[in-house]
T-cell receptor, first 114, second 112 residues
Framework: DTAVSQTPKYLVTQMGNDKSIKCEQNLGHDTMYWYKQDSKKFLKIMFSYNNKELIINETVPNRFSPKSPDKAHLNLHINSLELGDSAVYFCASSQVQGGSGTQYFGPGTRLLVL | GENVEQHPSTLSVQEGDSAVIKCTYSDSASNYFPWYKQELGKRPQLIIDIRSNVGEKKDQRIAVTLNKTAKHFSLHITETQPEDSAVYFC???????????FGQGTILTVHP
């Protein structure tokens, strides 16, 4: 009965590869997010979806492409991985759009690009 | 986007002392001010929040105070315990899209 789940938990890959991270929430929330946390612990929003519709698209390289097949899932596909993409990627969901509701985070996916 | 400054970046206290972390924001439309705690290797989790119609909120040893005029809000932890050691983040946003911004984080270490 995990609220927000992500797979895989760890991802080690070579530069230039393409990889995907999956996220699912069973909280019935309409809004989902992807965050990137770098080695200095900075948490930065990448994307936000509301009911399968892209709402926020921060300054993120277009190598990153989110996809929401339904409102319970938000996946992240990354093309041509670079060393600087190494980070922890968190998926999150909230009941309320924008920043006025509690963010429920997944366990994170630790991506290491070699 | 929103400009958020969180201080201090690191805070070291002795068990039983109090700890205060402050966030200053720029968007006067922000109306929701949560604090998240992230333990080592874990996900961020909400520990307390306040809305703009309230000046202070307390939950056992933690409290959040809000000064909307000065645009800052603070997390207060009293009688700190080693298990309070973590990274703490503020978040500002409100109802506008594209203005979700976390503070830079504060690494709190509580020494037994």
């Amino acid at each position: 009965d995990t609220a927000v789940s992500q797979t895989p938990k760890y991802l080690v890959t070579q530069m230039g590869n393409d990889k995907s991270i999956k996220c699912e929430q069973n909280l019935g929330h309409d809004t989902m997010y992807w965050y990137k946390q770098d080695s200095k612990k900075f948490l930065k929003i990448m994307f936000s979806y509301n009911n399968k519709e892209l709402i926020i698209n921060e300054t993120v390289p277009n190598r990153f492409s989110p996809k929401s097949p339904d409102k319970a899932h938000l996946n992240l596909h990354i093309n041509s991985l670079e060393l600087g993409d190494s980070a922890v990627y968190f998926c999150a969901s909230s009941q309320v759009q924008g920043g006025s509701g509690t963010q429920y985070f997944g366990p994170g996916t630790r991506l290491l690009v070699l | 986007g929103e400009n958020v400054e969180q201080h201090p970046s690191t805070l070291s206290v002795q068990e039983g002392d109090s700890a205060v972390i402050k966030c200053t924001y720029s968007d006067s439309a922000s109306n929701y001010f949560p604090w998240y705690k992230q333990e080592l290797g874990k996900r961020p989790q909400l520990i307390i929040d306040i809305r703009s119609n309230v000046g202070e909120k307390k939950d056992q040893r933690i409290a959040v105070t809000l000064n909307k005029t000065a645009k800052h809000f603070s997390l207060h932890i009293t009688e700190t315990q080693p298990e309070d050691s973590a990274v703490y983040f503020c978040l500002t946003g409100g109802t506008s899209y594209g203005k979700l911004t976390f503070g830079q984080g504060t690494i709190l270490t509580v020494h037994p």
